[in-house]
């Protein structure tokens, strides 16, 4: 019977407080996975977290969770090596941190691109970064990345968030490229219209949110688990022939809407 069997497994999840970030912690340990998530340490990410840690407890894994900036180096470094010397390994990492607001490119300034592209992109190299070589020395590894539909559909505009996300493309192939022969599988997850706590601070209005379900084709909003179930399944053994794919999930919206 096919299953996907994280059991035994080591997981980190970069930005996993809420949203589709916490889906993910919450799947891969029903998986069988030891898993730590990161966020920016706010008030209400460490409410967020504490609320996450009894969602997981049930699932009996080791949880832990950690205040890093996803665009600090030094500090994710230090914690990949934290859970390397308290896990032994770490054998998936999942990126999910993102940042994104309805804004023209005209009122758009460099400062401002800079900053969502480190959230939306740099970061992901960092921690991309700071787990291939344990990877690597090890000889296997999987790493989603969660990048975005709006790639496709221009994004409302945002021209820092849509470019950034569209870099994991190209960040994406380099890794496969450059790692698959040394047993590192990398994939990319392109999300759309996800019933999010992001998508309801962009659409207030409940009779807003479910007028753009019913424009997608599948007809309703996509759901944080659409997004983790998928992400589950590429870092499994189900996927160990897959890599270096994007993988939109989006009701069809992108292509068909």
């Given at each position: 019977m096919l299953e996907m069997n994280l059991d035994g497994r080591?997981?980190?999840?970069?930005?996993?407080?809420?949203?589709i970030g916490a889906s993910v912690v919450e799947q891969v340990a029903a998986a069988g996975s030891k898993v730590a998530w990161t966020h920016l340490g706010t008030d209400k990410d460490q409410a967020d977290s504490e609320k996450l840690m009894r969602l997981v407890e049930p699932h009996d894994r080791e949880a832990m969770h950690f205040g890093v900036d996803c665009t600090d180096e030094v500090e994710t470094r230090k914690l990949v090596e934290t859970l390397l010397e308290k896990w032994g390994a770490l054998d998936h990492m999942v990126y999910c941190a993102g940042y994104t607001s309805p804004v023209?490119?005209?009122?758009l300034d460099a400062e401002e691109w800079r900053r969502v592209v480190d959230i939306n992109?740099?970061?992901?190299?960092?921690?991309v970064r700071a787990v291939l070589p344990h990877m690597v020395g090890r000889g296997s590894g999987s790493m989603?990345?969660?990048?975005?539909?709006?790639?496709v559909a221009g994004g409302g505009g945002r021209a820092d968030y849509v470019s950034a996300k569209a870099g994991m493309?190209?960040?994406?192939?380099?890794?496969?490229?450059?790692f698959a022969k040394q047993g590192i599988r990398c994939n990319v997850v392109h999300?759309?219209?996800?019933?999010?706590?992001l998508l309801h601070t962009r659409h207030p209005d409940p009779e807003t949110r479910a007028e753009l379900g019913k424009k997608v084709p599948i007809g309703r909003l996509g759901l944080p688990a659409d997004?983790?179930?998928a992400t589950v399944f590429l870092l499994s053994d189900l996927a160990g022939y897959i890599t270096g794919q994007n993988l939109f999930i989006d009701g069809g919206r992108t292509f068909c809407g």
């Amino acid at each position: 019977m096919l299953e996907m069997n994280l059991d035994g497994r080591a997981t980190l999840v970069v930005g996993g407080s809420r949203g589709i970030g916490a889906s993910v912690v919450e799947q891969v340990a029903a998986a069988g996975s030891k898993v730590a998530w990161t966020h920016l340490g706010t008030d209400k990410d460490q409410a967020d977290s504490e609320k996450l840690m009894r969602l997981v407890e049930p699932h009996d894994r080791e949880a832990m969770h950690f205040g890093v900036d996803c665009t600090d180096e030094v500090e994710t470094r230090k914690l990949v090596e934290t859970l390397l010397e308290k896990w032994g390994a770490l054998d998936h990492m999942v990126y999910c941190a993102g940042y994104t607001s309805p804004v023209s490119m005209l009122d758009l300034d460099a400062e401002e691109w800079r900053r969502v592209v480190d959230i939306n992109l740099t970061g992901a190299f960092i921690a991309v970064r700071a787990v291939l070589p344990h990877m690597v020395g090890r000889g296997s590894g999987s790493m989603v990345l969660v990048g975005s539909a709006a790639i496709v559909a221009g994004g409302g505009g945002r021209a820092d968030y849509v470019s950034a996300k569209a870099g994991m493309e190209g960040l994406n192939r380099a890794i496969t490229k450059e790692f698959a022969k040394q047993g590192i599988r990398c994939n990319v997850v392109h999300p759309s219209l996800i019933d999010t706590e992001l998508l309801h601070t962009r659409h207030p209005d409940p009779e807003t949110r479910a007028e753009l379900g019913k424009k997608v084709p599948i007809g309703r909003l996509g759901l944080p688990a659409d997004v983790s179930a998928a992400t589950v399944f590429l870092l499994s053994d189900l996927a160990g022939y897959i890599t270096g794919q994007n993988l939109f999930i989006d009701g069809g919206r992108t292509f068909c809407g």
